[in-house]
């Protein structure tokens, strides 16, 4: 019966010639809706101050050129970093969240771009039986026992005249594009850490070994004191001091060990594991990782289009400037069409005369049976006692807030980058000191022993000696763990890290899976679905609702 609705519904001149007027208003307002303008302010790119070039460009250890620092750790050859990073990028958990909330964003998306189209849209239909009373004045001679049957749908739509929707729908599009920028800031956050924890443990285990090779030589010179003591040719001062220089170096053994487990522990952490399970991964030359001759570093400028939280500090901004238009559309009337469209129709038995209605249930479908209403309607919030206006302020105030920021961002990224320049080459420099400290210190201890044996010096000058040595040693071990370390917050100053996601899913296929188990998502989860504007003007084209 459904298939011939149309085929047998012909409705009367005068009722066609009204829908058709309808239906060509509404195509005239949405035709006319599409041209109109929007209130509020467009986005506009913040500005912030740059430097030309960095303070310690010109030292001979840098060097400035084009850089993408797409996998900067690589600058170490070290296999075991680089399968650890990888590691990290796939298991991460954090970065999963990261790469989920893209999708909660464009699903948010979804549900702003719903409100451009009719915004109720209802379908009904029924059957009711309905019996009056027999004793009502009103039922004299009519049908008092009947059946009706009712199919429909009842529509409203806001017309976006003032662009509110659409500008709910500008912001939306760039609060997609914050979350990816959030997800890439996340990754360049991660691959630093997982280098920068690697390094505190391979100096820790270094650490370590030169603390056992000390405490070796401190045994020694224990034992030769003690047998100079039996011999009577020193007092027991001589061993009481040695054995406390030992057990000092001795107790530095534990410290090191607890400082390698909890680095291990953060490591397995990074990589989505339990701690202990990665122990396997850590195989190789327990060495900090040594820097290259010469290190590469971009112009200031680039900061700007490569950092994901400048990114992301932009496309906040982006995201608050639509929001002044949507609250300041409500200054304005709002225009909304509306209209019910169905079929009524009834069957009925009058008690009284004993007479029957022939009507049923399939004449719901014949032409008579067609009815509707419909036109326009207008809203306005006159009397709102400054309610709107200082949702404006508000909307305008976070918006400068945002500004600020991008500002302050911009400005502390390069502080970033300073910072770790002039640490990485001043902590090259004391390592160089420190290296030549380390050397003379080795050479001291050996005369200092040779000269103790033969009796030449008391035991004082071979206790300073090695206690000198074993700290120069330790100090210098640890500046060379500085020095990558703060190389290392160099790159990731630079924005470096994120692009090994290029061409990638942002979410393990297990948890894509289980999405898709638990709820229909469509094509949303599909990469083209991903895809962000390539301009600001591309958050304002017109999109189609995500069914």
Request: hydrophobic letters at 40%; a negative charge.
């Amino acid at each position: 019966m459904l298939p011939n609705l149309f085929t047998k519904m012909s409705l009367p001149g005068k009722d066609a010639v009204a829908l058709k007027l309808a239906v060509a208003a509404l195509l005239v307002a949405v035709l006319w809706l599409s041209g109109c303008t929007m209130v509020g302010p467009d986005f506009v790119k913040p500005e912030a101050p740059v430097e030309k070039e960095w303070m310690e460009a010109r030292d001979p250890d840098i060097k400035s050129e084009p850089s993408d620092y797409k996998e900067w750790w690589s600058v170490f050859n070290d296999p075991v970093l680089n399968s650890l990073v990888e590691n990290a990028y796939q298991q991460n958990l954090p970065l999963q969240i990261a790469g989920l909330r893209i999708f909660q964003t464009r699903a948010q998306l979804g549900v702003l771009i719903g409100n451009v189209y009719p915004q109720l849209q209802q379908g009904r239909g029924g059957a009711d039986y309905n019996r009056l009373s027999e004793n009502s004045p009103n039922s004299i001679n009519i049908d008092d026992s009947f059946w009706q049957y009712n199919a429909g749908f009842d529509v409203a739509w806001e017309l976006d005249v003032w662009g509110k929707f659409r500008r709910a729908v500008e912001s939306g599009v760039a609060n997609f594009e914050s979350s990816i920028a959030g997800y890439d800031d996340v990754l360049v956050s991660l691959t630093a850490e997982v280098a920068r924890t690697y390094v505190v443990l391979r100096t820790f285990e270094e650490r370590l070994e030169i603390a056992r090779e000390n405490v070796k030589i401190q045994q020694r010179s224990l034992q030769i004191a003690e047998i100079r003591f039996k011999a009577g040719a020193v007092t027991e001062l001589d061993v009481v001091q040695a054995k406390s220089l030992l057990k000092n170096t001795e107790a530095s053994i534990p410290r090191f060990e607890a400082g390698m487990r909890q680095a291990k522990n953060a490591l397995a952490i990074l990589l989505g594991k339990l701690p202990g399970e990665i122990d396997h991964l850590l195989s190789g030359a327990k060495l900090i990782p040594k820097a290259p001759p010469q290190v590469v570093v971009d112009i200031p400028a680039e900061l700007l289009r490569r950092r994901p939280d400048i990114q992301l500090a932009e496309y906040q901004i982006a995201t608050q400037t639509p929001l002044i238009g949507v609250s300041k559309a409500d200054l304005f009337p709002a225009f909304e069409l509306f209209g019910s469209f169905g079929l009524l129709t009834s069957s009925s038995r009058n008690t009284k005369s004993g007479g029957v209605d022939g009507s049923s249930f399939s004449d719901l479908f014949e032409s008579d049976s067609f009815e509707f209403f419909g036109g326009p309607s207008i809203r306005w919030n006159l009397f709102n006692y400054g309610r709107i206006n200082n949702q404006v302020r508000v909307e305008d105030a976070l918006l400068q807030q945002l500004i600020v920021n991008y500002e302050d961002t911009v400005l502390r990224a390069q502080q970033e980058v300073e910072d770790s320049l002039v640490g990485f080459l001043r902590k090259q420099e004391e390592a160089g000191f420190l290296q030549d400290s380390v050397t003379a210190s080795q050479r001291s201890v050996d005369l200092s022993m040779l000269q103790y044996k033969e009796g030449l010096v008391d035991y004082q000058r071979v206790l300073d000696s090695q206690r000198f040595l074993t700290d120069q040693q330790d100090v210098w071990t640890a500046t060379r763990g500085d020095v990558i370390l703060n190389l290392i917050g160099m790159y990731k100053a630079m924005g470096g890290g994120w692009q090994i996601r290029e061409g990638q899913k942002f979410v393990a296929n297990e948890n894509v899976e289980a999405m898709q188990k638990r709820t229909n998502w469509g094509d949303l989860l599909g990469p083209e679905e991903l895809a962000t504007p390539a301009s600001a003007e591309g958050r304002r084209q017109w999109r189609w609702p995500d069914w």
